[in-house]
């Protein structure tokens, strides 16, 4: 690419950001550090009804959590009404524009007769067919009046970056409203003057799109300005097929962060709905995706968002971090749950370390190193009801204690050593080695599953192990 490219993503805060928007900001951030571009956050806040400043940060935060942040300063179209509405005008004088005093009665009625005629319910551009004395005179009556943008016979066309040629012709175009009775400017005005001031090279967004491309290209025509690259990516789709969206509800992208899902999961994943790096291979951490994202591989075809992928990405992307970028988010957790506070937790890092690494095989969200490691941490002694009935028996108490005492006894408390002792005992007591394992896993962590026992022995180390077994038996003696 000749000139870096300059991109884009402009949430409105009528809502939490959705992984929709989420997604559409990763491709354009993609984009522009694969090319040495810039990327740009633009907040689109012109609908005063709609709009909530208190949703501006919370999106911004996501966005944050998932690595995105803005090159330049954010850009707030509330701050620039007075550019939009000078910019209309100019398209008024211009005469690609033009008044239309029709009243919201008389566009009811225009739909409907088109409806039984069997025609689009299209504005049939009265407001153009007024003299200018007729104008004069609606102005003078201080009629409420809407600006329409004219568009010219012809058809046109632009070159997608994921479709390829699209043409539609200009007679299905209706002439669109630029400015609103109260000189305000709409969505499509405000969005390619915004784009245009903006120095945006390429413009990438969903499908759900296409048909505004269009206005807005007669829009920077009118103008004279040059047309910025338009790519189209397919939309995501919830199991029922329905586009994601804010107003079905759809959770929004903090929640999965406080779902215990990693930002390099969702963002891996997010990256593939909709795009595909052409291998067989799908996880991937952001640098790489950086390296290999090319945009001749965006896919045509909606993609599902799968709640259930997600998590396997998660479960992929905690085996693969280091234990050093999980532990701060672990403790998190922890503090959250109101296990222990930041302090005493700080207290503990080591073991925060060694539960991570003995524990994490079976995780798929954060929220599992709470439920599969507390133990790590103090145990109140409450067992597993099914496990405990079925392995803690009157005639696990010899076993446990004779389990016990060999392990205090041992030179080396190392995972052979530990395996050797119990094979032993249970060799010497006749039993199966599993009528061992379970009550002494039992005995130590309070769970059925878990790591291999002899992992998670030595990573619980002798003290606790031996204090654990010793209660246990106490327990079970009725002490």
């Given at each position: 690419?000749?000139?870096?490219?300059r991109?884009?993503?402009?949430?409105?805060?009528?809502?939490?950001?959705?992984?929709?928007?989420?997604?559409?900001?990763?491709?354009?951030?993609?984009?522009?550090?694969?090319?040495?571009?810039?990327?740009?956050?633009?907040?689109?806040?012109?609908?005063?009804?709609?709009?909530?400043?208190?949703?501006?940060?919370?999106?911004?935060?996501?966005l944050?959590w998932?690595?995105?942040?803005s090159?330049?300063?954010?850009?707030?179209?509330?701050?620039?009404?007075d550019?939009?509405?000078?910019?209309?005008?100019?398209?008024?004088?211009?005469?690609?524009?033009?008044?239309?005093?029709?009243?919201?009665?008389?566009?009811?009625?225009?739909?409907?007769?088109?409806?039984?005629?069997?025609?689009?319910?299209?504005?049939?551009?009265?407001?153009?067919?007024?003299?200018?004395?007729?104008?004069?005179?609606?102005?003078?009556?201080?009629?409420?009046?809407?600006?329409?943008?004219?568009?010219?016979?012809?058809e046109?066309?632009?070159?997608?970056?994921?479709?390829?040629?699209?043409?539609?012709?200009?007679?299905?175009?209706e002439?669109?409203?630029?400015?609103?009775?109260?000189?305000?400017?709409?969505?499509?005005?405000?969005?390619?003057?915004?784009?245009?001031?903006?120095?945006?090279?390429?413009?990438?967004?969903?499908?759900?799109?296409?048909?505004?491309?269009?206005?807005?290209?007669?829009?920077?025509?009118?103008?004279?300005?040059?047309?910025?690259r338009?790519?189209?990516?397919?939309?995501?789709?919830?199991?029922?097929?329905?586009?994601?969206?804010?107003?079905?509800g759809?959770?929004?992208?903090?929640?999965?962060?406080?779902?215990?899902?990693?930002?390099?999961?969702?963002?891996?994943?997010?990256?593939?709905?909709?795009?595909?790096?052409?291998?067989?291979?799908?996880?991937?951490?952001?640098?790489?995706?950086?390296?290999?994202?090319?945009?001749?591989?965006?896919?045509?075809?909606?993609?599902?968002?799968d709640?259930?992928?997600?998590?396997?990405?998660?479960?992929?992307?905690?085996?693969l971090a280091?234990?050093?970028?999980?532990?701060?988010?672990?403790?998190?957790?922890?503090?959250?749950?109101g296990?222990?506070t930041?302090?005493s937790?700080?207290?503990?890092?080591?073991?925060?370390?060694?539960?991570?690494?003995?524990?994490?095989?079976?995780?798929?969200r954060?929220?599992?190193?709470?439920?599969?490691?507390?133990?790590?941490f103090?145990f109140?002694?409450?067992?597993?009801?099914?496990?405990?009935?079925?392995?803690?028996?009157?005639?696990?108490?010899?076993?446990?204690?004779?389990?016990?005492?060999?392990?205090?006894?041992?030179?080396?408390?190392?995972?052979?050593?530990?395996?050797?002792?119990?094979?032993?005992?249970?060799?010497?007591?006749?039993?199966?080695?599993?009528?061992?394992?379970?009550?002494?896993?039992?005995?130590v962590?309070?769970?059925?599953?878990?790591?291999?026992?002899?992992?998670?022995?030595?990573?619980?180390?002798?003290?606790?192990?031996?204090?654990?077994?010793?209660?246990?038996v106490?327990?079970?003696?009725?002490?």
């Amino acid at each position: 690419m000749a000139t870096p490219p300059r991109v884009r993503i402009a949430p409105s805060p009528s809502g939490y950001l959705h992984v929709g928007t989420a997604r559409t900001a990763i491709f354009n951030w993609l984009f522009a550090r694969h090319h040495g571009g810039q990327f740009l956050i633009r907040i689109e806040d012109t609908d005063a009804e709609r709009s909530d400043p208190a949703l501006v940060d919370p999106i911004l935060d996501a966005l944050r959590w998932l690595g995105i942040e803005s090159d330049e300063e954010l850009v707030f179209q509330s701050s620039r009404k007075d550019r939009y509405a000078e910019l209309a005008q100019q398209l008024l004088a211009s005469g690609h524009a033009y008044r239309c005093f029709a009243t919201p009665e008389e566009l009811e009625e225009m739909r409907n007769q088109a409806r039984a005629e069997k025609r689009p319910p299209m504005y049939d551009r009265r407001g153009l067919r007024l003299t200018d004395d007729e104008v004069a005179a609606n102005l003078a009556a201080a009629k409420p009046h809407v600006l329409r943008l004219r568009i010219p016979d012809g058809e046109t066309t632009f070159d997608d970056m994921v479709a390829g040629p699209i043409t539609r012709q200009n007679k299905d175009i209706e002439d669109l409203i630029i400015a609103r009775s109260d000189g305000s400017a709409t969505y499509n005005l405000a969005v390619v003057i915004d784009d245009h001031e903006m120095g945006m090279s390429h413009v990438i967004r969903g499908n759900d799109h296409i048909s505004n491309t269009f206005k807005q290209i007669h829009l920077y025509q009118a103008f004279g300005w040059e047309v910025p690259r338009f790519g189209h990516v397919p939309l995501i789709l919830r199991p029922d097929k329905k586009k994601v969206s804010k107003r079905l509800g759809d959770k929004d992208v903090g929640e999965y962060r406080h779902d215990g899902i990693l930002p390099e999961a969702m963002f891996n994943y997010l990256c593939l709905l909709g795009w595909s790096p052409k291998t067989d291979r799908e996880h991937y951490t952001v640098d790489e995706l950086v390296t290999i994202f090319d945009d001749a591989n965006f896919n045509a075809s909606n993609a599902v968002f799968d709640e259930d992928k997600l998590s396997a990405f998660n479960k992929a992307h905690i085996q693969l971090a280091d234990v050093d970028v999980l532990l701060p988010r672990v403790v998190r957790e922890y503090v959250s749950a109101g296990i222990m506070t930041e302090a005493s937790a700080s207290d503990q890092t080591e073991r925060f370390r060694t539960m991570i690494a003995t524990v994490r095989e079976r995780t798929r969200r954060l929220s599992d190193f709470v439920s599969l490691g507390s133990y790590f941490f103090s145990f109140d002694y409450t067992y597993d009801e099914k496990g405990s009935a079925k392995h803690l028996t009157a005639e696990a108490v010899p076993l446990l204690t004779e389990f016990g005492t060999r392990l205090a006894a041992l030179d080396r408390f190392d995972e052979p050593s530990v395996e050797q002792v119990l094979s032993e005992v249970a060799e010497e007591r006749g039993v199966k080695r599993a009528q061992l394992i379970h009550p002494t896993r039992l005995a130590v962590s309070g769970m059925t599953v878990g790591p291999s026992l002899f992992t998670l022995l030595v990573a619980l180390g002798r003290e606790t192990v031996i204090e654990r077994v010793k209660k246990t038996v106490a327990i079970l003696s009725g002490g």
